[in-house]
C-alpha cells in the first residue's frame, strides 16, 4: 500500500504562485510515474502534469510554461509549482503515483484562484 499526503494547496490571487508537494509513504519498492492531476466543479478529472522517475515530464499545454513538476526520488515526494495562476487554474488537485504494485491517489487539495 502507498499513502498519498498532498500539501500547499490555498487562496491566491490571479497572477500568484502556489507550490504544491505530495508525499508518498508505506510500502513499495519503487514509484514509477508520479502526477498531479485536478478536477474543476462540474468538469472531469484531468492530467495537469506527470514526471517518470527519469525525469521525463509531461504537461497539459494550458499550464505549459506556468507550472513546472519535479520530484525527489530520496523523499519520494513530488511537486508542483504554479505560477501565473489563472481562475480556470481554479479546481482540487490530486497527486496520483504509479508503482509495480498499482495505482494511488491522494485526498486531493484545494487550489482556488480569485480574481
Known amino acids: 500500500q502507498v499513502q498519498l499526503e498532498e500539501s500547499g494547496g490555498g487562496l491566491v490571487q490571479t497572477g500568484g504562485s502556489l507550490r504544491l508537494s505530495c508525499a508518498a509513504s508505506?510500502?513499495?519498492?519503487?514509484?514509477?510515474?508520479m502526477g498531479w492531476y485536478r478536477q474543476a466543479p462540474g468538469k472531469e478529472r484531468e492530467l495537469v502534469a506527470s514526471?517518470?522517475?527519469?525525469?521525463?515530464?509531461n504537461y497539459v499545454d494550458s499550464v505549459k510554461g506556468r507550472f513546472t513538476i519535479s520530484r525527489d526520488n530520496a523523499k519520494n515526494t513530488a511537486y508542483l509549482q504554479m505560477n501565473s495562476l489563472k481562475s480556470d487554474d481554479t479546481a482540487v488537485y490530486y497527486c496520483?503515483?504509479?508503482?509495480?504494485?498499482?495505482?494511488?491517489w491522494g485526498k486531493g487539495t484545494l487550489v482556488t484562484v480569485s480574481s
Open positions: 508505506g510500502r513499495f519498492f519503487r514509484i514509477n510515474v
Open positions: 496520483k503515483t504509479v508503482t509495480l504494485t498499482g495505482i494511488y
Open positions: 514526471i517518470t522517475n527519469g525525469g521525463i515530464t
